[in-house]
């Protein structure tokens, strides 16, 4: 094999590890160009999902946020509502109340029998405590009408219950008189008695804002049902 035999042998052999070293190079940028997008896509993703994440987390936020500003106005709407229910059942005692010194006032008492009824909160009264004596106090006002009616209550107490009659000690300490416009805040009592054991344990309050106090309470629930069924369905 002569120098130009051999030349042109080196020649195809460079051509060739050129070729493949070419080939080769191509195939680790074909790839590194792959991994690399890949890598990018996988970034991106992973990005995306951060930002859904944020914005889910947000967005709960946001709605639980709501929820507390919706819970907090329905919860003031109701207290509201409860507020003004209660003024309109306070505004119904209270007139209840002014209407209730009618019966004892002097101009009408005789319209109302407020005689009769003394003698018949008087009889109750003793029908509770079953003492032989008893303290009753009423107010200063009611004095005279209290001593007219004492001796028949007695008697028709001691009737009932088939014993001797009872001892009644008015006290000198008398009941708040009725209310009056100039001390709106001062203690008073519309009218009635009040009936106590000898030793002060055992005490009957009968007096007509004791009375009309009870007999609230116990109708509350009809009142608050037939005022605000409406309101409730």
Do not use: W
């Not at 190079?25 to 160009?33: C, H, K, L, Q």
């Not at 009941?175 to 106590?196: K, R, T």
Request: hydrophobic share 40%; charged share 35%; with cysteine.
């Amino acid at each position: 094999m002569n120098d130009a035999d051999v030349s042109k042998q080196i020649e195809q052999m460079v051509r060739f590890i050129r070729q493949e070293a070419d080939e080769k190079a191509n195939e680790i940028s074909v790839s590194a160009e792959e991994e690399f997008n890949i890598e990018k896509l996988q970034l991106v993703e992973a990005e995306k999902k951060k930002i859904r994440q944020e914005y889910e987390r947000k967005q709960k936020q946001v709605e639980v946020r709501k929820k507390i500003e919706y819970s907090m106005q329905l919860n003031a709407s109701r207290i509201k509502v409860l507020q003004a229910q209660d003024d309109l059942v306070s505004a119904m005692k209270e007139t209840a109340s002014k209407d209730l010194l009618n019966v004892s006032h002097y101009k009408s008492r005789h319209l109302h029998n407020y005689e009769g009824l003394l003698r018949a909160l008087i009889i109750q009264s003793l029908l509770r405590l079953k003492e032989p004596s008893v303290l009753l106090r009423c107010r200063k006002e009611d004095l005279h009408m209290v001593e007219s009616v004492l001796d028949s209550a007695k008697a028709k107490y001691a009737g009932k219950e088939r014993v001797h009659t009872p001892e009644i000690i008015i006290d000198d300490i008398h009941l708040p008189p009725a209310p009056s416009h100039d001390d709106p805040h001062a203690l008073s009592c519309s009218g009635g008695v009040v009936l106590a054991s000898r030793d002060g344990k055992i005490v009957i309050e009968n007096t007509l804002d004791a009375r009309l106090d009870v007999i609230f309470r116990g109708k509350l629930p009809e009142i608050r049902k037939l005022l605000f069924a409406q309101v409730a369905a």
